[in-house]
């Protein structure tokens, strides 16, 4: 964590009352004691977050007084400050803070809006509509679980984002499984499953190249990694799918439903296969690497092109409406303009404020000396491979659930943790799969995260309700913390693996910087004489 040259650098958990060196304020240079908070009120802020949301989406969810996260975040800030002007910190040194945290997440906050005119565009070019039509011809309730995750799957790994794959074909797969009488939360359970699996393995997503950065690893060291987690926990989630899809009640699938939805899409929409291109178009400038703000906006002008050619020729001024305020299509098909009504820079707004929101509360509770004083002293208790992961993941999920925020729930585990792999032999692709097992798939499961609440607003359901069926995201930390108790899925420092067998092969070493190497090394080669770790079969 960074600090300012006007605020002391050496806290210690280990030294609650001990009084830092003397800061000195630009503005009156006036000298400030600064500590760590307690345990208690570095608890606080959590607790009041805590509170505020238990009240909002439990005890008047149903009232419709309020049920956004908005406010409790906004008064949780408030308290965070409070508690670290209590402890000596100014509120220039807390602000900083929160703008340095707003800063790191703002270009996603730009894609964000972007991605509001994406969906709009996509409408009106009729490439979602196509994407219904066609689903609901070929798919089936029994198939349409396991091939819609594939789909999501590769669309999100060709975008290297689980945002723009639910904001496209996740939004066509919410529709198509409605018409096939598939429980929405299922589908919707899905479609983030695919999305996210996609998400992580891409070299093109941020995430994934935050984890890798952080753990101070390589890029395609750490997807390696990731397969041996992610990789069979999407087969389960595949198998499961494919189980559930069998099952679905025939009495659920009611055929007029989607003929109705697929006449009243032909009636409305040129539905030629050449409107499918746009979707193609996103494929082809991720694998180009064009950066992401340039690629959505690539995209966007396609869609508004496709939709100029294909569709209706709007003039600007309907184009500049549709866009901002997104779509208002009417096929006379109820269930389907209701579909259809997403997307617009203005119906981004709600998520963009609560995504500024949340990431201010991680800042605020970084510069508090929460989470100094919460985690920095429990690696000390920390003696075995399974419990480092387990701790590495359970403090992944703490950030993301109380910090709001998937690059915290990444990027603060890191640098608390990073010795311990090393002084445990292990590799550092072994840290940043870890991070992303936990700190981006459990990401979208909570309704005041950034992930969480986008999520939301473009399926259209609350990830209290979808959580039971997102088997990947759910299952990966689980899976990834079982197998290391159990000692397998082992990426060591020399690049030997220790497989799900248990059988420990040589393997090429992980990236990371050669002073970290050597620790690393050394550590491991006294853990093998010691017993502790087991030596590469020849």
């Given at each position: 964590?960074?600090?300012?040259?006007?605020?002391?650098?050496?806290?210690?958990?280990?030294?609650?009352?001990?009084?830092?060196?003397?800061?000195?304020?630009?503005?009156?240079?006036?000298?400030?004691?600064?500590?760590?908070?307690?345990?208690?009120?570095?608890?606080?802020?959590?607790?009041?977050?805590?509170?505020?949301?238990?009240?909002?989406?439990?005890?008047?969810?149903?009232?419709?007084?309020?049920?956004?996260?908005?406010?409790?975040?906004?008064?949780?800030?408030?308290?965070?400050?409070?508690?670290?002007?209590?402890?000596?910190?100014?509120?220039?040194?807390?602000?900083?803070?929160?703008?340095?945290?707003?800063?790191?997440?703002?270009?996603?906050?730009?894609?964000?809006?972007?991605?509001?005119?994406?969906?709009?565009?996509?409408?009106?070019?009729?490439?979602?509509?196509?994407?219904?039509?066609?689903?609901?011809?070929?798919?089936?309730?029994?198939?349409?679980?396991?091939?819609?995750?594939?789909?999501?799957?590769?669309?999100?790994?060709?975008?290297?984002?689980?945002?723009?794959?639910?904001?496209?074909?996740?939004?066509?797969?919410?529709?198509?499984?409605?018409?096939?009488?598939?429980?929405?939360?299922?589908?919707?359970?899905?479609?983030?499953?695919?999305?996210?699996?996609?998400?992580?393995?891409?070299?093109?997503?941020?995430?994934?190249?935050?984890?890798?950065?952080?753990?101070?690893?390589?890029?395609?060291?750490?997807?390696?990694?990731?397969?041996?987690?992610?990789?069979?926990?999407?087969?389960?989630?595949?198998?499961?799918?494919?189980?559930?899809?069998?099952?679905?009640?025939?009495?659920?699938?009611?055929?007029?439903?989607?003929?109705?939805?697929?006449?009243?899409?032909?009636?409305?929409?040129?539905?030629?296969?050449?409107?499918?291109?746009?979707?193609?178009?996103?494929?082809?400038?991720?694998?180009l690497q064009i950066p992401g703000l340039v690629g959505v906006a690539v995209s966007i002008l396609v869609g508004v092109?496709?939709?100029?050619?294909?569709?209706?020729?709007?003039?600007?001024?309907?184009?500049?409406?549709?866009?901002?305020?997104?779509?208002?299509?009417?096929?006379?098909?109820?269930?389907?303009?209701?579909?259809?009504?997403?997307?617009?820079?203005?119906?981004?707004?709600?998520?963009?404020?609560?995504?500024?929101?949340?990431?201010?509360?991680?800042?605020?509770?970084?510069?508090?000396?929460?989470?100094?004083?919460?985690?920095?002293?429990?690696?000390?208790?920390?003696?075995?491979?399974?419990?480092?992961?387990?701790?590495?993941?359970?403090?992944?999920?703490?950030?993301?659930?109380?910090?709001?925020?998937?690059?915290?729930?990444?990027?603060?585990?890191?640098?608390?943790?990073?010795?311990?792999?090393?002084?445990?032999?292990?590799?550092?692709?072994?840290?940043?799969?870890?991070?992303?097992?936990?700190?981006?798939?459990?990401?979208?499961?909570?309704?005041?995260?950034?992930?969480?609440?986008?999520?939301?607003?473009?399926?259209?359901?609350?990830?209290?309700?979808?959580?039971?069926?997102?088997?990947?995201?759910?299952?990966?930390?689980?899976?990834?913390?079982?197998?290391?108790?159990?000692?397998?899925?082992?990426?060591?420092?020399?690049?030997?693996?220790?497989?799900?067998?248990?059988?420990?092969?040589?393997?090429?070493?992980?990236?990371?910087?050669?002073?970290?190497?050597?620790?690393?090394?050394?550590?491991?080669?006294?853990?093998?004489?010691?017993?502790?770790?087991?030596?590469?079969?020849?």
């Open positions: 964590m960074s600090v300012p040259e006007d605020e002391p650098q050496n806290e210690t958990p280990d030294a609650e009352e001990q009084t830092e060196p003397q800061a000195t304020e630009a503005s009156d240079e006036k000298a400030r004691e600064v500590r760590l908070p307690n345990m208690f009120w570095a608890l606080v802020p959590i607790l009041c977050m805590a509170a505020l949301m238990i009240y909002v989406f439990g005890w008047v969810a149903d009232s419709d007084t309020y049920d956004a996260a908005h406010l409790p975040l906004l008064c949780s800030i408030v308290v965070a400050c409070i508690v670290g002007i209590a402890y000596g910190r100014s509120f220039k040194y807390m602000l900083e803070g929160i703008i340095e945290r707003l800063l790191v997440s703002m270009e996603a906050i730009l894609i964000l809006l972007l991605v509001g005119l994406l969906i709009s565009s996509f409408m009106i070019s009729g490439t979602i509509p196509a994407l219904i039509y066609y689903g609901l011809a070929l798919l089936t309730p029994q198939t349409f679980l396991p091939i819609g995750c594939i789909i999501c799957a590769v669309v999100g790994w060709a975008c290297g984002s689980s945002w723009t794959a639910t904001a496209t074909v996740g939004i066509a797969f919410m529709t198509i499984g409605a018409g096939l009488g598939v429980n929405p939360a299922l589908t919707a359970g899905m479609v983030i499953s695919g999305a996210y699996v996609g998400d992580k393995f891409s070299p093109l997503s941020d995430t994934t190249n935050l984890a890798a950065a952080v753990a101070g690893t390589g890029l395609f060291d750490h997807v390696r990694a990731m397969l041996s987690t992610t990789g069979p926990v999407f087969l389960i989630a595949l198998v499961v799918y494919t189980f559930m899809g069998i099952n679905i009640s025939a009495a659920g699938y009611d055929p007029t439903v989607a003929e109705g939805i697929r006449e009243a899409i032909a009636s409305t929409f040129n539905v030629n296969p050449l409107v499918l291109l746009p979707i193609v178009v996103i494929i082809a400038v991720c694998i092109l496709f939709a100029l050619i294909f569709q209706v020729p709007y003039n600007m001024a309907d184009l500049f409406s549709i866009l901002h305020y997104g779509p208002h299509i009417i096929t006379g098909n109820e269930f389907l303009d209701a579909a259809l009504a997403k997307g617009g820079l203005d119906n981004q707004l709600w998520t963009i404020s609560l995504v500024i929101l949340a990431v201010s509360f991680g800042g605020a509770l970084e510069r508090c000396g929460s989470v100094e004083r919460l985690f920095s002293g429990l690696k000390h208790m920390l003696h075995k491979v399974g419990t480092l992961t387990g701790c590495t993941l359970l403090t992944s999920i703490f950030c993301d659930a109380v910090m709001c925020d998937q690059f915290l729930g990444i990027g603060i585990p890191a640098p608390l943790y990073a010795d311990k792999y090393d002084e445990m032999g292990l590799g550092r692709n072994m840290l940043s799969r870890t991070l992303e097992d936990a700190g981006t798939m459990w990401s979208p499961l909570f309704p005041w995260t950034a992930c969480g609440a986008y999520q939301m607003s473009v399926l259209g359901l609350n990830p209290f309700v979808y959580f039971p069926f997102a088997f990947v995201n759910l299952l990966s930390p689980i899976y990834a913390f079982i197998t290391a108790m159990l000692g397998r899925n082992i990426f060591w420092a020399d690049g030997a693996y220790t497989n799900i067998l248990g059988k420990t092969k040589p393997g090429k070493p992980a990236a990371c910087p050669d002073d970290i190497r050597e620790v690393a090394l050394a550590n491991l080669e006294a853990a093998r004489a010691a017993g502790k770790a087991p030596i590469p079969e020849a």
